[in-house]
């Protein structure tokens, strides 16, 4: 029984500096400007498209491709 009571406690610690290290790095975000925010969102939009575009192309090679050959 005081092995099981030495490991909770230990998983107890571990839990509580884990929340202290997320509650520390909560603290030094800051809330991004229009600015950061909109050029975060068109590089976001720019990596969707071009992973859409990668998807159909591969898409396109093996379903239509395969039909004119």
Excluded at 1 to 28: C, E, H, P, W
């Amino acid at each position: 029984m005081a092995n099981g009571t030495f490991q909770s406690d230990k998983s107890k610690k571990g839990i509580i500096q884990s929340l202290k290290t997320y509650l520390r790095v909560l603290k030094l975000t800051k809330k991004p400007s229009r600015e950061e925010f909109l050029m975060i969102s068109k590089i976001a939009a720019i990596g969707i498209l071009v992973v859409g575009t990668i998807g159909f192309i591969i898409y396109l090679l093996l379903t239509e491709f395969p039909k004119l050959v």
